[in-house]
């Protein structure tokens, strides 16, 4: 699997967190998650965790326009993005014209 290097990066952290934003990702793909309570419920949390170990590039966000933001300057990678309910059915129409 391809390396993943980090500056200052907190592994549990919400997209309110600077460090954050200073990631780079050496994989060909990102995994972003957005959830409302990515860092609030145990059961979020235990999942951030087994992602962690098999995925190096996870990205989670608590903030609508700070995912988008993220995706739209992202040129040279593929995205899976995983969301639900009224964030998905939100966020995604607004990133269909993306190429």
């Not at 793909?29 to 999942?47: P, R």
């Amino acid at each position: 699997m391809a390396a993943s290097k980090t500056k200052s990066v907190k592994e549990l952290t919400s997209s309110n967190s600077v460090d954050q934003s200073i990631s780079y990702n050496f994989e060909s793909f990102a995994c972003l998650w957005l959830d409302q309570s990515i860092n609030t419920t145990k059961d979020n949390l235990e999942t951030q965790k087994e992602l962690r170990q098999v995925i190096n590039h996870l990205r989670t966000f608590d903030d609508m326009d700070k995912c988008e933001e993220y995706i739209r300057q992202i040129t040279k990678e593929k995205v899976v993005l995983i969301v639900s309910g009224a964030s998905g059915r939100e966020l995604v129409p607004r990133l269909h014209d993306l190429p």
